[in-house]
């Protein structure tokens, strides 16, 4: 019973590494109804500029901050100026743009600041949380921070003008046009919004991988899977779907013989795909019922 409960315990802590990332993805689905598959570079490009601040002299918390605000600004460029221009083009083309960017991003970093492995520094420690081996204060705090921004969301989503209007915008653009809500500028808010997201996740995930220009691969594509699995149309489902996908990849690889880490997101993905087959829009997602 001690196994199961650290396993868990750790997988939680794993699973906030996905969560922060499938809250970027779907905050950009909502917004344009697309996956975004150039995500995990954004959040690589957002690290490197914090990276660089600091290593000019700026306190953590204060590249923190600039960094949200490069981030926030940098994902209303991309949209007005490569995705707007393609809001009628097909999806394929969409999907081209996505992969056009990540390409960029990914080359420009290496460019940049070049291909080796660098250290980032975690804003909460590496000592033991509470005396568990399993869990450090830095996982800790990744898990409050990833708590503290679905909260932060929900509120903003439930409460504010903005919100409301994006919501809108996101669910049913022809009649938030009709009565004079701003769609375009309202997906724009959505990129820079998820950009920032994004942004906040490489910043934790950094000091656990160490921050290069390809570190965001194997995460992007779990923060794919937990995105999926809690339902692209929802935030909360988001961030479960990667407790649900850590704590799964933990308990995989702890008592299945045999499972090394090579198989564990197969087994992952093959779960992914079970609920799909059983519930297509996800454990959380609105299921969308066209009238004909």
């Known amino acids: ?42 959040a690589m490009f ?8 600091m290593q000019w002299g700026i306190p953590y918390w204060w590249a923190f901050i600039l960094t949200l605000l490069i981030s926030f600004v940098g994902g209303i460029v991309i949209e007005r100026a490569l995705f707007k221009p393609l809001v009628n083009a097909p999806v394929l083309t969409h999907v081209a743009g996505f992969i056009a960017l990540f390409s960029i991003l990914n080359s420009v ?6 291909f080796t492995i ?14 568990s081996q399993l869990i450090s204060t830095h996982q800790a705090g990744m898990i409050g ?24 915008a996101a669910s049913l653009p022809e009649s938030a046009r009709l009565v004079g809500i701003n769609t375009s500028w309202m997906i724009a808010l959505g990129w820079g919004m998820a950009s920032a997201i994004g942004a906040i996740g490489g910043m934790l995930i950094a000091p656990v991988v160490f921050l290069e220009p390809n570190m965001m691969g194997g995460v992007l594509l779990y923060g794919f899977a937990a995105a999926v699995l809690g339902g692209l149309s929802s935030p909360f489902g988001a961030v479960l779907g990667g407790f649900l996908v850590g704590i799964f990849e933990n308990l995989v690889g702890t008592y299945i013989p045999g499972v090394g880490n090579e198989l564990k997101l197969p087994i992952a993905l093959a779960l992914i795909v079970i609920v799909l087959v059983i519930k297509p829009s996800g454990l959380f997602g609105r299921s969308i019922v066209q009238r004909v």
């Open 109 to 114: 970093a290496g460019l940049t600041w070049d």
């Open 118 to 131: 660098k250290q980032f520094p975690s804003p909460f420690g590496s000592s033991p949380f509470l005396g």
């Open 145 to 168: 921070i990833t708590l503290v921004l679905l909260v932060m969301l929900f509120l903003f989503f439930r409460y504010t003008r903005i919100g409301l209007a994006m919501r809108a």
């Open 1 to 42: 019973m001690e196994l199961l409960t650290n396993q868990i315990l750790a997988g939680i802590a794993t699973g906030a590494i996905y969560a922060c990332m499938a809250l970027a993805i779907v905050m950009i689905y909502q917004a344009i109804d697309h996956l975004n598959f150039a995500q995990g570079e954004m």
């Open 46 to 53: 957002s690290t490197f500029i914090a990276w660089q601040l």
